[in-house]
């Protein structure tokens, strides 16, 4: 990007390679560094509606993980979550920053745990939203056998059902902002495969969600290791899996725990961004 387009757009966009692929970033803002983690399919741009705003009074780093937006993902793609997080500290390194504040989301979230456990001199706070790691549920058994029976169905129905099934068995909100049921996507199964879009679910039930939904974060590390974490989660999700996996999180670490606006992905609604980044420097406060 030339000086001409950061003077007109305030955004300073690099790449950098990192194990094999090149990794797109943008920078805008002056003050505290933060970077934003989208969860998956999401890249830079999952982060629109805030970005801009929080720049205000932070310098704010997004990012494209490997193999979606503008970065690549080269064969054989993998989803690892070390990979991820070291992908992270890349990024950090590369736009200059030693230090900064961590905001993730669903699986960013994740990540943002396993940059907490690897590599906490990065970290000057962190803020999981609804990471989506099951195995800290008492429950979680039910959970885990009921994927391994979507990851089947992935290879012998196809992607799209499985990950409907998954969006059943989670309670995201990909339904015009509400979860689907069961006999919802029952009802639509036999048409699935001619629903357009949604050309990541291969991807996503074949090789991200199995690493995502096993992930066993090391809470009693990251406690030792002294990062500075505050647990939230959508007032629509505080119920459903991926809101009683953040009130967990918190629970075990010891630390606070927000109620943002709306649902898994409200940051991303025009409807409810304000309110939702009003609590998020809410939160950075409280680290």
């Known amino acids: 990007m030339s000086i001409q387009d950061v003077m007109t757009t305030g955004i300073y966009t690099d790449r950098v390679s990192v194990e094999g692929d090149e990794l797109v970033f943008d920078v805008r803002g002056t003050g505290a560094p933060i970077i934003l983690l989208p969860g998956t399919p999401g890249d830079a741009s999952a982060y629109g509606l805030i970005a801009d705003p ?9 990012y494209d993980p490997r193999g979606f937006g503008r970065s690549t993902g080269n064969a054989p793609r993998q989803y690892e979550i070390g990979q991820q ?37 990065l970290i000057d706070g962190f803020v999981a939203h609804e ?8 429950d979680a058994d039910d959970f885990r056998a009921a994927i391994a029976g979507i990851y089947r169905t992935a290879w012998t129905e196809g992607a799209k059902p499985a990950f409907f099934d998954f969006l059943a068995l989670t309670q995201l909100p990909f339904n015009a902002g509400k ?5 919802e996507v029952d009802a639509l199964r036999p048409n699935l495969d001619a629903l357009p879009g949604l050309d990541f679910a291969d991807f996503y039930v074949k090789e991200q969600m199995l690493p995502l939904t096993n992930y066993a974060p090391a809470l009693a590390a990251i406690k030792a290791n002294g990062v500075k974490v505050v647990a939230g989660a959508g007032e629509l999700s505080l119920g459903l899996p991926f809101g009683r996996t953040s009130r967990r999180v918190a629970d075990e670490l010891g630390v606070p725990f927000v109620t943002f606006p709306g649902h898994h992905g409200s940051h991303t609604d025009p409807a409810t961004a304000d ?9 950075l406060a409280a680290l």
């Open 275 to 283: 309110a939702w980044l009003a609590v998020l420097r809410e939160a």
């Open 54 to 62: 929080l720049a205000a009074d932070h310098t704010v780093i997004t």
């Open 131 to 138: 990471p989506p790691v099951i195995r800290v549920l008492p």
């Open 179 to 183: 979860p689907f049921s069961q006999a």
């Open 85 to 121: 997080a070291r992908d992270v500290r890349a990024v950090l390194r590369a736009a200059g920053v030693g230090r900064a504040l961590v905001f993730g989301n669903s699986a960013g979230a994740l990540v943002g745990l396993e940059l907490a456990k690897h590599h906490p001199e």
